[in-house]
């Protein structure tokens, strides 16, 4: 009996009972069949819950880019891998077989050595949605370079960060990227970063875009140029099953990103046992998810598991309303699409638009439907399964995190009734528990709690780059002994799970993961702000938009507010990205703080909402009157 498909509910609760009551055997049997290793593991799993401290598969040898591309060359060569599907739909589509993909990825690994990078070094990844990025990606992977991905849409001074947070010895960018009607000066953003990068030995350029670059003499270099004189073929290094894979940065509640590190055997193991089962992925379908490689969703089902299963994936360069709302639909049409993974924020903005966008193509090769990034709500979760769907293709929505490498919460397609706002049962394998305020897990079924798993998992982030200790702070300590997401979670009479929301202060806008310390800190720079603090609000599109509450130096209090808010935003928009603008600014002559200086968020939080009804306990604040005049500014 394998472990590597569940294929109906029955199996589903075998399964899950035996990953609970014998989780090694479980997953000692699904990493022995499914993969090709240069050496088996001595143990399965070790761990410190205490001190989040985990390993799995101990000792084994592996390296994840020959399970990826090398063992599917004698059955799969001609197969394609990728299908890339360019921003404008007239630029023609590319079909890169698993051969050409081992050869792209042979040469760029030859290249990355060639110039002198080794094992362990961090690489960051700073490219638009074109084949180059998944090729150097798996080009790191394939050397033993840990790739650091950053999202083509953050600003010079986030990418700055990110690359001095690990010293980053080498950035692979592009002239530019197109996006929708517009095109990006990646280069030009990359200078700027690189002013206070000082770790950053080299940096190589893929020409996208022809805009005209600067080339600094003995720093860049041109790719393509080296990638003409490499040699197609690669041995692939030997990395032990911990080695680092990538760093993946994420928000947090404090200023500073963290760069998540996700290692080899445990996360290839995850992101292909999930992609598998949530997809239910069968040979020549076509697999097609939206999310841009820069954030977890990327790594995971763009590249990773969809590789590793032999699949075809689609690397979707544009957005979903260029160049109209039909694009998606067009797309899937075009390629016969069999599975499609996007986001409830892209769900609800094409939900606005005239159905006809929808109903104009083909979309009877889709299978599975599914979502990811933040809550689905009920309307949209309809839309998706009644226009996009057509009420047969199962609608998975997938919840889980950049920590947790893969999907952790969901529905199997085909096997798990779906209900419409449910991630339903966890997957085999995923102990999850729901804990109490007192830090007690709870038992009973139709309760709320603070989502917890409780068992490591083979996917799961080992740790925060350079700061151990924060991680451990973050993860394990809230509840002792066990991984806390942050997320808070409603489960129902039978066991099926709704996650609610974070329960810190991290908003998700759009599916992009905010924190607002690192947005107050950089509107506090500005001259004219005293002081801010940063709540999300429900916005039909977006989920949660920003609402910022912003105390004026005196300095300010003559300006213009409109002229201030702008400026504002565009210092928002210059040191975190345009995602991070706020919607809505509040200018206010004080903030509701405790007596320990704390500013009490969830009242800020229902202002901004509009809920003026209960704002609980507020006999802690230090200010009780400066709510009522928050709350009448706002009217
Ligand atoms: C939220 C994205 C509800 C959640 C893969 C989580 C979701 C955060 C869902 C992680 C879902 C993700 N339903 N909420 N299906 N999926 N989330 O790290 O709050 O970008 O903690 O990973 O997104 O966001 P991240």
Same mark, same amino acid.
């Given at each position: 009996?394998?472990?590597?498909?569940?294929?109906?509910?029955?199996?589903?609760?075998?399964?899950?009972?035996?990953?609970?009551?014998?989780?090694?055997?479980?997953?000692?049997?699904?990493?022995?069949?499914?993969?090709?290793?240069?050496?088996?593991?001595?143990?399965?799993?070790?761990?410190?819950?205490?001190?989040?401290?985990?390993?799995?598969?101990?000792?084994?040898?592996?390296?994840?880019?020959?399970?990826?591309?090398?063992?599917?060359?004698?059955?799969?060569?001609?197969?394609?891998?990728?299908?890339?599907?360019?921003?404008?739909?007239?630029?023609?589509?590319?079909?890169?077989?698993?051969?050409?993909?081992?050869?792209?990825?042979?040469?760029?690994?030859?290249?990355?050595?060639?110039?002198?990078?080794?094992?362990?070094?961090?690489?960051?990844?700073?490219?638009?949605?074109?084949?180059?990025?998944?090729?150097?990606?798996?080009?790191?992977?394939?050397?033993?370079?840990?790739?650091?991905?950053?999202?083509?849409?953050?600003?010079?001074?986030?990418?700055?960060?990110?690359?001095?947070?690990?010293?980053?010895?080498?950035?692979?960018?592009?002239?530019?990227?197109?996006?929708?009607?517009?095109?990006?000066?990646?280069?030009?953003?990359?200078?700027?970063?690189?002013?206070?990068?000082?770790?950053?030995?080299?940096?190589?350029?893929?020409?996208?875009?022809?805009?005209?670059?600067?080339?600094?003499?003995?720093?860049?270099?041109?790719?393509?140029?080296?990638?003409?004189?490499?040699?197609?073929?690669?041995?692939?290094?030997?990395?032990?099953?911990?080695?680092?894979?990538?760093?993946?940065?994420?928000?947090?509640?404090?200023?500073?990103?963290?760069?998540?590190?996700?290692?080899?055997?445990?996360?290839?193991?995850?992101?292909?046992?999930?992609?598998?089962?949530?997809?239910?992925?069968?040979?020549?379908?076509?697999?097609?998810?939206?999310?841009?490689?820069?954030?977890?969703?990327?790594?995971?089902?763009?590249?990773?598991?969809?590789?590793?299963?032999?699949?075809?994936?689609?690397?979707?360069?544009?957005?979903?309303?260029?160049? &109209?709302?039909? #694009? /998606?639909? =067009?797309?899937?049409?075009?390629?016969?699409?069999?599975?499609?993974? +996007?986001?409830?924020? *892209?769900?609800?903005?094409?939900?606005?638009?005239?159905?006809?966008?929808?109903?104009?193509?083909?979309?009877?090769?889709?299978?599975?439907?599914?979502?990811?990034?933040?809550?689905?709500?009920?309307?949209?979760?309809?839309?998706?399964?009644?226009?996009?769907?057509?009420?047969?293709?199962?609608?998975?929505?997938?919840?889980?995190?950049?920590?947790?490498?893969?999907?952790?919460?969901?529905?199997?397609?085909?096997?798990?009734?779906?209900?419409?706002?449910?991630?339903?049962?966890?997957?085999?394998?995923?102990?999850?528990?729901?804990?109490?305020?007192?830090?007690?897990?709870?038992?009973?079924?139709?309760?709320?709690?603070?989502?917890?798993?409780?068992?490591?998992?083979?996917?799961?982030?080992?740790?925060?780059?350079? &700061?151990?200790? #924060? /991680?451990? =702070?973050?993860?394990?300590?809230?509840?002792?002994?066990?991984?806390? +997401?942050?997320?808070? *979670?409603?489960?129902?009479?039978?066991?099926?799970?709704?996650?609610?929301?974070?329960?810190?202060?991290?908003?998700?806008?759009?599916?992009?993961?905010?924190?607002?310390?690192?947005?107050?800190?950089?509107?506090?720079?500005?001259?004219?702000?005293?002081?801010?603090?940063?709540?999300?609000?429900?916005?039909?599109?977006?989920?949660?938009?920003?609402?910022?509450?912003?105390?004026?130096?005196?300095?300010?209090?003559?300006?213009?507010?409109?002229?201030?808010?702008?400026?504002?935003?565009?210092?928002?928009?210059?040191?975190?990205?345009?995602?991070?603008?706020?919607?809505?600014?509040?200018?206010?002559?004080?903030?509701?703080?405790?007596?320990?200086?704390?500013?009490?968020?969830?009242?800020?939080?229902?202002?901004?909402?509009?809920?003026?009804?209960?704002?609980?306990?507020?006999?802690?604040?230090?200010?009780?009157?400066?709510?009522?005049?928050?709350?009448?500014?706002?009217?």
């Amino acid at each position: 009996m394998s472990y590597y498909q569940v294929k109906n509910l029955e199996q589903y609760f075998k399964h899950y009972n035996k990953s609970i009551r014998e989780p090694r055997k479980f997953w000692d049997k699904i990493a022995d069949e499914n993969f090709t290793w240069y050496q088996k593991w001595d143990k399965v799993v070790e761990f410190d819950m205490q001190e989040a401290e985990v390993k799995w598969f101990l000792n084994a040898k592996v390296n994840i880019t020959k399970n990826c591309i090398d063992r599917h060359l004698a059955k799969r060569g001609e197969k394609t891998a990728i299908i890339f599907e360019p921003n404008d739909p007239k630029e023609e589509a590319q079909h890169i077989t698993y051969n050409e993909l081992y050869d792209r990825v042979a040469k760029m690994a030859n290249v990355l050595r060639d110039q002198g990078i080794k094992k362990g070094d961090r690489v960051c990844i700073y490219l638009p949605m074109i084949p180059e990025l998944a090729v150097s990606v798996l080009a790191c992977a394939r050397i033993g370079a840990i790739h650091s991905v950053v999202f083509a849409g953050f600003s010079a001074s986030a990418v700055t960060a990110r690359i001095n947070d690990s010293d980053c010895k080498m950035v692979i960018t592009s002239d530019g990227g197109f996006r929708g009607s517009k095109s990006i000066d990646l280069k030009v953003i990359i200078d700027e970063a690189l002013e206070k990068s000082p770790s950053v030995e080299k940096v190589l350029v893929v020409k996208r875009t022809n805009a005209s670059v600067n080339i600094k003499e003995g720093r860049d270099i041109w790719l393509q140029p080296l990638l003409d004189a490499a040699v197609p073929n690669n041995v692939a290094e030997i990395m032990d099953a911990e080695d680092p894979l990538f760093i993946l940065y994420t928000s947090g509640s404090t200023g500073k990103p963290k760069g998540m590190l996700h290692t080899t055997a445990g996360y290839m193991v995850f992101s292909a046992y999930t992609f598998k089962n949530i997809f239910n992925y069968e040979e020549n379908d076509v697999f097609w998810c939206t999310a841009d490689i820069g954030w977890i969703t990327g790594h995971s089902y763009i590249l990773y598991g969809p590789l590793l299963n032999g699949a075809t994936t689609v690397i979707f360069e544009g957005i979903p309303s260029y160049p &109209d709302f039909g #694009r /998606f639909w =067009e797309v899937i049409d075009k390629h016969k699409v069999t599975q499609f993974y +996007t986001a409830p924020t *892209a769900i609800r903005s094409l939900a606005k638009e005239n159905t006809d966008w929808v109903e104009n193509h083909d979309l009877s090769t889709l299978k599975v439907i599914g979502s990811v990034g933040e809550p689905i709500n009920e309307e949209a979760w309809h839309w998706y399964n009644n226009h996009v769907g057509k009420k047969r293709c199962p609608v998975v929505d997938t919840w889980w995190q950049t920590e947790t490498g893969g999907i952790m919460i969901s529905p199997l397609p085909f096997v798990t009734p779906t209900k419409p706002t449910y991630a339903t049962f966890p997957l085999p394998g995923v102990q999850a528990v729901l804990m109490d305020e007192r830090r007690n897990e709870i038992e009973d079924n139709q309760v709320v709690g603070s989502l917890c798993i409780k068992f490591p998992w083979p996917g799961m982030a080992r740790t925060i780059w350079g &700061d151990h200790q #924060r /991680f451990k =702070e973050t993860y394990f300590t809230a509840f002792p002994g066990k991984y806390f +997401t942050g997320d808070g *979670a409603l489960r129902d009479e039978v066991g099926y799970y709704r996650i609610t929301g974070r329960v810190d202060d991290v908003v998700i806008v759009s599916g992009h993961n905010l924190g607002t310390a690192p947005i107050e800190d950089a509107i506090n720079e500005h001259p004219a702000v005293a002081e801010s603090a940063i709540v999300g609000f429900p916005h039909d599109i977006k989920g949660n938009a920003l609402y910022g509450f912003i105390i004026l130096k005196e300095s300010g209090e003559s300006r213009d507010r409109a002229n201030l808010a702008n400026e504002i935003n565009q210092h928002v928009s210059s040191h975190i990205g345009p995602i991070a603008k706020l919607d809505k600014i509040q200018f206010v002559t004080g903030l509701p703080k405790t007596r320990s200086g704390k500013i009490m968020r969830r009242i800020l939080r229902k202002i901004a909402e509009g809920d003026y009804s209960n704002f609980g306990d507020t006999s802690t604040l230090l200010n009780p009157e400066i709510v009522e005049e928050i709350k009448q500014g706002k009217l």
